[in-house]
């Protein structure tokens, strides 16, 4: 399993982001591998698309995809705070961290910081293709 941070989804959906072109190779290369993302990410993720009015279009088109919403576990506020505390990342990215450790999963990122805390946790960390 690869969770996939926002970085990563937003620059696929769109054409003219800086990693586009990284982001859609990335993908490709691991089109076998089953997708993942926090929910928290998916929401960051649509909100751009909800303020053109396209939220429920690009959801479906991630569901398409295969990308399957991570729940926020029970026990997340604590577990996110001890991420949050221990890390220079913003609770966003910590919720992808902690999707990736409760599948013990990958971490598909553009965001140095979120890797190098999924490398700490020792996550592998798709590599960036940019």
């Given at each position: 399993?690869?969770?996939?941070?926002?970085?990563?989804?937003?620059?696929?959906?769109?054409?003219?982001?800086?990693?586009?072109?990284?982001a859609?190779?990335?993908?490709?290369d691991?089109?076998?591998?089953?997708?993942?993302?926090?929910?928290?990410?998916?929401?960051?993720?649509l909100?751009?698309p909800?303020?053109?009015?396209?939220?429920?279009?690009?959801?479906?088109?991630?569901t398409?995809?295969?990308?399957?919403?991570?729940?926020?576990?029970?026990?997340?506020?604590?577990?996110?705070?001890?991420?949050?505390?221990?890390?220079p990342?913003?609770l966003?990215?910590?919720?992808?961290?902690?999707?990736?450790?409760?599948?013990?999963?990958a971490?598909?990122?553009?965001?140095?910081?979120?890797?190098?805390?999924?490398?700490?946790?020792?996550?592998?960390?798709?590599?960036?293709?940019?």
């Amino acid at each position: 399993m690869i969770v996939l941070d926002a970085s990563v989804i937003i620059a696929h959906l769109d054409s003219t982001d800086q990693h586009h072109r990284a982001a859609a190779q990335l993908l490709a290369d691991n089109a076998f591998d089953e997708w993942a993302s926090s929910a928290v990410t998916l929401a960051e993720v649509l909100v751009g698309p909800a303020r053109r009015g396209e939220g429920e279009r690009v959801n479906d088109l991630l569901t398409r995809w295969g990308v399957h919403a991570v729940a926020v576990p029970e026990d997340a506020s604590l577990r996110l705070a001890a991420l949050r505390s221990k890390t220079p990342m913003k609770l966003p990215d910590c919720c992808a961290l902690l999707a990736a450790l409760q599948f013990g999963a990958a971490v598909a990122t553009f965001d140095d910081r979120l890797a190098e805390a999924a490398r700490r946790q020792g996550l592998r960390v798709v590599p960036r293709l940019d």
